[in-house]
Every structure is written in C-alpha cells, then in structure tokens.
C-alpha cells in the first residue's frame, strides 16, 4: 500500500499543509466579504478598488525588507506572530462592523495592516518550505499547498464569505480572526530549521541588495518576476473593481458574485492535478509561454461576454493557466535560489507580483471611473500580448531547470 502524499512529504509538511488550509479558509471568507463591506459603503469604483490597494501597497513598501527579515529570523517563529497579530486586526474590524464604526478610513487600515502582516508571512513560509521537504518533491508539495488553497480559498471559502455577510456583516471577519489563531497554534509544532546565511552582514540594505543582484543576474528568475509582475498590474487593474463588474454587467446578486468567485477554483483545482502531466507532457518552457497568452485572452474575452456562464467559463480556463503557472515557477525557483536567499528572492517576486496588482488595482479603479467597467480589461488584454512577445524567448530557458 502506498503512504499518503503527505507523509511522503514529511510531518512537518503536514502541519504547514494543514495550518495553510485553516487560514486560506479565513483568508477566502474575507477575499469575498471584504469587496462585499466596501460596496455597501460607497458605489465609487474608484474608492471600491482603493480597499484593494490598501492591502497590496505594504508589498511595495515593505517587500524587501520583509524579505531580508525572513532570511535573518527564525522563519518559523514569525509566521506565528504574525499570524497572531493579524488575528487582532481582524477581531477588532469585525468589533467595529458590529459597533456600525466601519468607515471607509477604518476597513482600510484594516486592510492595510493585515497586507503588512501579509507581506512577512507569507515570504517567511515560501522559503521554509524547501527546508522542510526533500529537492525531488518540491513540486508536489507546491502542487498540493496550490490544491489546497484553490479548494479552501477559491472554492469553497468565497460562497461561505458572502453567505455570512448576507447573515452578519460583522461575522465573516470573525471566523477569519480565529482561523489566523488556529494557523499560529499549528505552525508552532513545526521543528525548528536551522538558519542557512547567505550574504548577509553589512545591514539590511547590504543584505536587500544581495538578493536584488543575485535574481538580476539570473535571466530566467528575472524574466519570470518581470513578466508575471505586468501581468499583475493588468490583472489588478481588470479585477479591482469585479464586484462591480459582477452587478453592472453580468447582473448577479451578492450570491451570485461569489459563487462566480468560486470558478478560479474549480479551474485552480485543475491546474493543480493537472500540472505534473502537463510538464511532463509539453515542458515548463510550452506552458510558461501558453500561460501568457491565456492572460490576454482572459482579458479580452471578459471584456466581450455579458452572460454569468460565458465568463464563468473563462475564469475555469484562466484558474487553470494560474495552478500551472504558479507550480511551475515556484518550483523553478526553489530550485535555483541558495536556501539563505530564498526569502529575499522570495521578496522580490512578490514585490512585482503583488506590488503590481496594487498599481493596477489603483489605476483600474480611476479608468473603470473615467471610462467603462470593461475599459480596464481590454487594456489589459493588448499590454498581456506584448509581455507575452518579449518573454517568449528568454522562457527557453526553462528547459534547463
């Protein structure tokens, strides 16, 4: 009889699998209810996105400097606190959305200050994972971790999101307070991993510059960051102002916006189970280089279609496109960085990716408001074909990793 995967992946896998499911689960309940509380304040689409960019602008204010943190301290030990402290910020929002003191300036500080915690959390657990599962299954466990967040997050969470703010405005950010507790109790079991230095010494700008020249100097981890960074802010600037997008144009109820939602993960769920054959199938260059062209067409076609099914269906294709395109590159990269400059590297990535669906939000919100709700989206679709035109080549490059 063959052990599950996660005992093949380790014990210590286990718990950061299972912590990861519980606040995805959090995390998604949120992600719905969130844009949710924000419409019910304000129909501007511009003030609708800006929720948006207060969460993302810690990644292009603190990213690396979260980064140098994550190879300088105990990476365990911080997803903990700040795991905990995040649960804070959320139960004092759900007090005040309770209290009837949600204004727009409190959810976004809210939300900025859960997108600070974001920014040291998440790169923390990005580069202890290879430290606690072997080389030659790292792309099983990224597959898995991207499984799980599609089912719980995408899947599973959006509908709940904004059925319990149908019920209480107030609860949806309550559950997501203790699933952050529950997600610190958990990581807290997970074997201490010794610190692999790399580079470090000289303060942290020496430190902040020794990962920005390494990921330089590598022309496929710069290609991979560079482009799915542009890519970000187009999807930022398309998907700030959905909720809107969802009403306006598609008709739906709060419901019906996110059980819409719930389509990233059915295709999400996909691309996870289908990653493994598709590489092995076509090669990490073939999909990389596919990838960016479902971005344009994704673009456009949600521009084009006015049915709830039609765009349904292509945010399946496009939660498809995203599975395969995240294992891939995490994985490539896992591989490639030095483990003691992996939350740097780390940061980098997520300061383009991240970073840059903050700008687009930003910038979707002020076209959707001076234009049309489907103006963000066409543009999107002509500035993913020419990322997609000068990254082709450089992807090649793929083949060797």
Do not use: C
């Not at 990535?349 to 002020?366: C, I, Q, S, Y």
């Amino acid at each position: 009889m063959r052990a599950p995967t996660s005992a093949r992946l380790g014990a210590d896998f286990s718990k950061l699998w299972t912590a990861s499911a519980v606040s995805n689960l959090g995390d998604g309940i949120t992600l719905a209810a969130g844009p949710l509380l924000v419409a019910s304040l304000t129909s501007d689409p511009a003030l609708v996105a800006g929720a948006v960019f207060a969460q993302q602008l810690p990644w292009l204010l603190f990213a690396l400097v979260s980064g140098a943190y994550a190879d300088r301290l105990d990476r365990r030990r911080l997803i903990v606190a700040v795991n905990l402290l995040r649960a804070l910020v959320l139960a004092a929002l759900a007090g005040a959305v309770a209290a009837g003191m949600a204004a727009l300036p409190v959810v976004y500080l809210a939300f900025f200050l859960l997108g600070v915690g974001e920014t040291l959390a998440d790169t923390a657990a990005a580069a202890l994972l290879p430290a606690v599962v072997p080389q030659d299954r790292l792309a099983a466990a990224n597959a898995r971790l991207m499984a799980t967040f599609t089912v719980v997050n995408q899947f599973l969470a959006k509908p709940v999101g904004a059925g319990l703010f149908a019920v209480a405005a107030a609860l949806p950010f309550g559950v997501d307070a203790v699933s952050f507790a529950v997600a610190a109790a958990i990581v807290a079991t997970v074997r201490p991993v010794p610190a692999q230095p790399y580079g470090n010494g000289g303060g942290l700008r020496a430190e902040i510059a020794a990962g920005l020249r390494w990921l330089w100097r590598h022309r496929l981890m710069r290609t991979l960051t560079v482009s799915m960074g542009l890519a970000n802010v187009m999807f930022g600037a398309a998907f700030s102002v959905f909720v809107l997008y969802a009403r306006e144009r598609l008709g739906l109820s709060e419901v019906g916006y996110g059980l819409l939602l719930t389509t990233f993960g059915v295709g999400g769920l996909a691309g996870t189970g289908l990653a493994a054959w598709l590489q092995a199938r076509f090669g990490a260059t073939a999909l990389l280089r596919a990838g960016l062209l479902v971005e344009a067409g994704t673009h456009a076609a949600l521009a084009a279609v006015t049915a709830p099914w039609a765009a349904a269906a292509v945010l399946v294709v496009f939660g498809i496109h995203a599975m395969v395109w995240g294992v891939i590159a995490a994985t490539l990269r896992q591989r490639a960085v030095p483990a003691g400059l992996l939350g740097r590297v780390g940061s980098v990535n997520a300061l383009f990716d991240v970073g840059g669906a903050a700008l687009g939000a930003l910038v979707g919100g002020l076209i959707a408001h001076t234009l049309t709700i489907t103006a963000p989206y066409w543009i999107a679709a002509a500035v993913m074909a020419a990322i997609a035109a000068t990254a082709w080549r450089p992807l090649a490059e793929a083949r060797s990793l």
